[in-house]
């Protein structure tokens, strides 16, 4: 029995090894197995249908059940951008408008008209225009807000819902700013929080279940 099992676990493993990443698996071609009691002198042979389809089947529901679930943890983050370029941090830093020292509630993001995704799924808080933020659009996500400042271009409105990699915005330069770039605030319970927290748990959570889903396969 043991051996049939090993034999199975193997068949499995090759056939997800061969799917693509983001595809479902079509599973193993297994073929029934039939077992031979002992036979009774003078009695003819009773063939009984082994239970080890069964078992294989249920193996394979539940490593796929648990693919798509990683699947899913995958995609309910995103980076705000394709790439990302720190230009500047979070904390104390030199004005660029005045070289004077000042705190810097955010981040600013090297941007060139790119994309601006949303980074967990939530809804449309607040979209904007000031001298300071420029175009901006607000995210809330539970106790968190997202603000995007400085964007040419803003693809959603106020109370729209939104979910992990939707595009939000365009990068720009407006309001005060020296050049284009996303300028990232996060807040939490409305006190302003390092973005870095943010886009660390986003790199976590991305590498833990990519990490899973290749021993899955492996």
């Known amino acids: 029995m043991k051996a049939k099992v090993s034999f199975f676990i193997l068949a499995l493993q090759c056939s997800l090894c061969k799917a693509q990443f983001h595809t479902v698996s079509n599973g193993s071609n297994i073929y029934k197995i039939e077992t ?5 002198s003078g009695k003819s042979a009773i063939v009984e249908p082994s239970n080890e389809r069964d078992t294989s089947s249920m193996l394979s529901s539940d490593l796929e059940g ?9 995609i309910s983050v995103s980076y705000p951008l394709k790439h990302i370029q720190v230009n ?9 408008f005045t070289g004077k020292l000042s ?10 008209g790119d994309e601006v995704y949303s980074m967990l799924a939530g809804r ?13 659009v607000v995210l809330e996500h539970g106790n968190y807000t997202v603000s995007y400042c400085h964007l040419s271009k803003v693809l959603v409105r106020k109370e729209d819902n939104v979910i992990a990699g939707n595009v939000i915005g365009i990068s720009g330069s ?16 409305n006190k302003y929080i390092n973005p870095t ?22």
Not at 88 to 96: I, K, L, Q, V
Not at 197 to 218: P, R
């Open 36 to 40: 031979i009691t002992e036979i009774p």
């Open 103 to 112: 705190n810097h509630n955010g981040m600013d993001l090297h941007t060139k």
């Open 174 to 189: 407006t309001g005060r700013s020296t050049s284009e770039h996303l300028h990232l605030t996060c807040k939490y319970k």
């Open 124 to 136: 449309v808080k607040k979209v904007g225009r000031d001298k300071r933020s420029g175009i901006y």
């Open 88 to 96: 500047s941090s979070f904390g104390t830093r030199n004005d660029p």
């Open 197 to 218: 927290i943010m886009l660390d748990y986003i790199k976590e959570t991305k590498t833990e279940c990519l990490a899973k889903l290749m021993a899955i396969v492996a």
């Open 66 to 74: 648990m693919r798509q679930k990683l699947i899913s943890q995958y």
